[in-house]
C-alpha cells in the first residue's frame, strides 16, 4: 500500500481522552449564557418589558461569528494542523470568559454594559467556531476506524457534561442567593468558574499529539493552498449533507436542551431555580443516550440511526412542549427529558457522520461552510421562539419548528451514503471522502 492510501496510526489515548473531554468547556459557556438568560437579562439591560428578548438576541448575533471563526481556523487547521486550532481556540476563549465574570453591570455603567457583553459574545462565538469541528475532526481522524462513531460521541457526551455542569452551577447558584445578590455579583461565579475550567483544559490540550490523518496527508502533499475554495468546488454535496445533518442536530439541541429553561419560566410558569433543576435532569440524560447512539451508528451505521433520530424530531417535539405547558414538574420532567434524548442522539451520530463526509484535505473548510446551519437553527432559533410565541400566542411554536425542520431534512437523511467504516464493503480511504450521492 501506498503512503496516501494506508490507514494512517491511531493517536494515543491521552490525546484523545484530552480532546474528548475538552468539549466540556465549549457547552458549559454557551449553554450557560441561555441558562442565565432571566440573570443576565436584568443586570445588563433593565427589568423592562424587551430584556428578556434583548439578551436572546445578543447569543443569537453573536452566534453569527460562528461561521467565521470557523472559516478562520478552519483555514489554519487544514493548512497547519489540527492541533494548532484547539490551542488557538481555547486560549481566546479562556481571556473571553474571564473578561465576561469581571465586566461592570448595567448599574455601573448603564447602556454600555450591554455593548460590551454583545462584543464579548462575539469574540466566543468566534472562538467556538473552531472547536467543535476541530474537536470532531480530531477524533474521526485519531479513533480506530471501527470505533469512530463510538470515539466521536463521547466528545458529544462531554459536552452536554459541559451542559450539566453549567445547569447545575447556574441551578445552584440562583437557589443559593438571594435575587439580590445575584444581581449584583452572584451571576459572576459561574463565569469566573467556566474560566478556570477554560485555562485547566488549555494546559492539558498542550500534551496532544497532532493527527496521524492530517500528517499523512501532508506527507503525500495531499493539503491544498485554498482549501476553502478547493472544497466548495469539488466537495459540494458533502457540504449540502453537513449543512442538513447540523441543522437538524442544532435545532433540537437549542431548542430542545437549551432553549427550554426559559420556555418553563416564560410559558410553563416555573420559577428559576425549578426549571433549572428540572433541565439539570434532562441534560444528565442526554449523558446516558450519547455513547449508546455511537455505539449503534458503528454498528448499523450512520444513515439509517440519523433517519430514526429525524423521524422522532418529526413526531415528537409538539407533543413535549405541549407538556411543558401543563404547570406540574413531572410533566415538564418527562417532556424534556424526551426532548433531551432526541437531541443526544442526532449530536451524537453527526459527531462522526459530518467529519467523513469530507477527505482529510480541506475537512474543516468543509465543516466550517456547514456550521452557517448551527447559526440559523441553533444561535437564532431561541430568539425566534421567544418572539414568535409572543406574537402569536402560540405556546408549542418552539416543537413545531423542530418538526419542520425534521421534515426536510429527512429525505436528505434518506439519501446519505454510509460512512461507518463496519458497513462498509471496501473502507473509505483516509484522504478520500465519500462519493457524491
Do not use: N
Amino acid at each position: 500500500m501506498t503512503e496516501t492510501t494506508r490507514e494512517p496510526s491511531v493517536l494515543p489515548r491521552s490525546s484523545m481522552a484530552v480532546a474528548a473531554f475538552s468539549t466540556v468547556v465549549e457547552w458549559y459557556d454557551f449553554t450557560l449564557y441561555l441558562f442565565m438568560t432571566t440573570v443576565l437579562s436584568r443586570v445588563f439591560f433593565g427589568s423592562g418589558a424587551s430584556s428578556l428578548l434583548t439578551t436572546l438576541a445578543v447569543f443569537a448575533v453573536a452566534y453569527v461569528m460562528r461561521p467565521f471563526g470557523a472559516l478562520v481556523f478552519g483555514h489554519v487547521g487544514d493548512r497547519l494542523g489540527r492541533r494548532k486550532v484547539l490551542l488557538a481556540s481555547m486560549t481566546v476563549m479562556t481571556v473571553a470568559m474571564l473578561v465576561t465574570a469581571l465586566l461592570p453591570t448595567r448599574e455601573q455603567i448603564g447602556a454600555t454594559a450591554g455593548t460590551l457583553l454583545l462584543l464579548l459574545r462575539c469574540v466566543m462565538g468566534f472562538s467556538v467556531g473552531g472547536e467543535y469541528t476541530g474537536v470532531m475532526t480530531y477524533l474521526v481522524e485519531g479513533a480506530p476506524p471501527r470505533r469512530r462513531g463510538l470515539v466521536a460521541s463521547l466528545a458529544s457526551a462531554a459536552s452536554e457534561v459541559g451542559a450539566l455542569l453549567a445547569v447545575g452551577v447556574a441551578a445552584l447558584t440562583t437557589s443559593l442567593l438571594s435575587r439580590t445578590q445575584l444581581d449584583s455579583w452572584g451571576w459572576r461565579v459561574p463565569f469566573l468558574f467556566g474560566a478556570l475550567l477554560a485555562a485547566g483544559t488549555l494546559i492539558a490540550r498542550s500534551t496532544m499529539r497532532e493527527s496521524p490523518a492530517f500528517e499523512a496527508a501532508q506527507r503525500a502533499h495531499a493539503t491544498d493552498s485554498g482549501p476553502l475554495r478547493h472544497t466548495l468546488r469539488t466537495q459540494r454535496p458533502a457540504v449540502y449533507r453537513t449543512f442538513t445533518i447540523s441543522a437538524l442536530g442544532s435545532i433540537t439541541y437549542y431548542v430542545g436542551i437549551t432553549y427550554v429553561p426559559t420556555y418553563l419560566t416564560a410559558v410553563g410558569g416555573f420559577e428559576e431555580g425549578d426549571a433549572l433543576w428540572l433541565a439539570t435532569i434532562a441534560s444528565a440524560a442526554v449523558i446516558v443516550i450519547t455513547p449508546f447512539a455511537g455505539m449503534v451508528a458503528d454498528r448499523i451505521g450512520r444513515r439509517p440511526t440519523l433517519v430514526l433520530f429525524g423521524i422522532l424530531s418529526l413526531v415528537l417535539p409538539v407533543a413535549m412542549f405541549a407538556l411543558m405547558t401543563r404547570g406540574h414538574a413531572a410533566l415538564a420532567l418527562s417532556g424534556a427529558v424526551v426532548l433531551a434524548l432526541v437531541a443526544g442522539g442526532v449530536s451524537a451520530v453527526g459527531a462522526s457522520a459530518t467529519p467523513e463526509q469530507f477527505p482529510v484535505a480541506g475537512r474543516l473548510s468543509g465543516l466550517a461552510v456547514a456550521t452557517v446551519a448551527t447559526t440559523i437553527f441553533g444561535g437564532l432559533t431561541p430568539y425566534l421562539s421567544q418572539v414568535l410565541i409572543g406574537s402569536t400566542g402560540l405556546r408549542l411554536v418552539p416543537g413545531v419548528m423542530v418538526a419542520a425542520v425534521a421534515l426536510v431534512a429527512l429525505p436528505i437523511l434518506w439519501r446519505l451514503p454510509e460512512t461507518a467504516p463496519a458497513r462498509l464493503a471496501t473502507p473509505i480511504e483516509p484522504l478520500t471522502g465519500p462519493k457524491a450521492a
